[in-house]
Each structure stands twice: as structure tokens, then as C-alpha cells.
């Protein structure tokens, strides 16, 4: 059974800081996704991640994948205000049709 | 603008009383995802429709029932709600295509909270 884990799960941070989100996960994939959600909101899709060694940046967030030691991170750099929010990484089984959610990890950033 | 829509957006029930929750999507994906989520909690996933084929969490209990008549739309039934259904309950999307590169992005409608009193 797949089991993803997403560390810290609380993070409070000051705006202007560098901060990063670590995800593991316990079996092979070479497919990781990274979702936003907002309070009461649904998930938004930041980063596809498709292959070992794969990197992807979007403003202030980056994101990369290491197959062989199946880990994720997403990288904050230089926080501000409206990045509050919980951030999800998802792994794709190799079955191809199913995604395996980390547990989440509710980021605030303070002014 | 393609996307995957729900509704109601917020539904509210009694105990035990059925109710029905609506996702349609223009994104013309064969796959159809159901998920349940719990305040801070991950999504938890219930049921997918690849094209027709129904695909069952085994841990989903029997009072979740899904149909999708047709490509566009998926319909989730809860037949005898209780309190602890009271959920976000969101639908995903992905084109799904066995062969090389392929890979199962979703993408999601902006939920459905339902509340049982």
C-alpha cells in the first residue's frame, strides 16, 4: 500500500523568509502532483512532476523530485501574505489511475 | 472555459434523508473521481469511473453510491446520509490514456459542503 507523508503538517512563517515542505512517499512512482487549497475552497493544481529530477517553478514556489529517494519538495522562497494556505502533494500509483494524498501541510505566513 | 462543475454548492440535509450531488465537466476526460474531505483532512477517495467501469475504494461504505449516465456527467448518492458524512465532497477529472508519457493530472470542481442535521 502506497503511503504518502508530508512534513511539517503545521508551518508558521514570517513574510521574507525561505521555508521548505518535504514529502515522502514508501513505494516506486515517478509521477507527483503538488495542489493549493484555500479554506473552504477545492484543490488547485501548482506543480506536475514527471520524471526524476524534475523541477518546477511558479513565482515564490519550487518544486522537485528525487524518485530514488521518492521525495518531493516544495521550496518557498522569500514568503509573503498570500501564500497562506494548506498544500497537498498527491503520488500517482503505478497503475496509473489512482492518487495517494499526503496528509497536508497548513502554511501561514505571517506579515 | 473548460472546466468540472458542481452542484449544488452547498447542500444541506437531514438524517437519513437521500440526497444527490451533481459534477459535470467539459474537459471531455474519461475518468470521473469522487472524494470525500473532512475538515483538515486529505481527500479521501471513494469511487472513479474510468469511461463505464466503476471503480470501488474498498473501505467506502455501501451508503455511497455513484452513476455516471453518460461522459460528461457523475452523479454521487448518498442513500441514508448521517452525521459523520457531514464533508466537502469534491470531483476530479483526468484524461487517462494507457501509453508512453501519459500521466493522471486531476483536476477538481470547487466541491460541494454538505451538512446533515
Known amino acids: 500500500e502506497l503511503k504518502v507523508e508530508q512534513n511539517p503538517l503545521f508551518l508558521s512563517m514570517q513574510e521574507g523568509k525561505n521555508y521548505t515542505i518535504y514529502c515522502n512517499y514508501s513505494t516506486t512512482s515517478d509521477r507527483l502532483y503538488w495542489y493549493r487549497q484555500d479554506p473552504g475552497k477545492s484543490l488547485e493544481s501548482l506543480f506536475v512532476?514527471?520524471?526524476?529530477?524534475a523541477v518546477k517553478q511558479e513565482g515564490r514556489l519550487m518544486a522537485s523530485l528525487d524518485t530514488k529517494a521518492r521525495l518531493s519538495t516544495l521550496h518557498i522562497t522569500a514568503a509573503v501574505h498570500d501564500l497562506s494556505a494548506t498544500y497537498f502533494c498527491?503520488?500517482?500509483?503505478?497503475?496509473?489511475?489512482?492518487?495517494?494524498f499526503g496528509e497536508g501541510t497548513q502554511l501561514t505566513v505571517n506579515p | 472555459d473548460a472546466m468540472v462543475i458542481q452542484n449544488p454548492r452547498y447542500q444541506v440535509t437531514q438524517f437519513g434523508k437521500p440526497v444527490t450531488l451533481s459534477c459535470s465537466q467539459t474537459l471531455n476526460h474519461n475518468v470521473m473521481y469522487w472524494y470525500q474531505q473532512k475538515s483538515s483532512q486529505a481527500p479521501k477517495l471513494l469511487f472513479h469511473y474510468y469511461d463505464k467501469d466503476f471503480n470501488n475504494e474498498a473501505d467506502t461504505p455501501d451508503n455511497f453510491q455513484s452513476r455516471r449516465p453518460n461522459t460528461s456527467f457523475c452523479f454521487l448518492d448518498i442513500r441514508s446520509p448521517g452525521l459523520g458524512d457531514a464533508a466537502m465532497y469534491l470531483c476530479?477529472?483526468?484524461?487517462?490514456?494507457?501509453?508512453?508519457?501519459?500521466?493522471?493530472?486531476?483536476?477538481f470542481g470547487p466541491g460541494t459542503r454538505l451538512t446533515v442535521l
Open positions: 476530479a477529472t483526468s484524461s487517462l490514456i494507457f501509453s508512453g508519457g501519459a500521466h493522471n493530472e486531476q483536476f
Open positions: 512532476l514527471l520524471s526524476n529530477g
Open positions: 498527491a503520488v500517482e500509483e503505478t497503475s496509473g489511475s489512482r492518487l495517494t
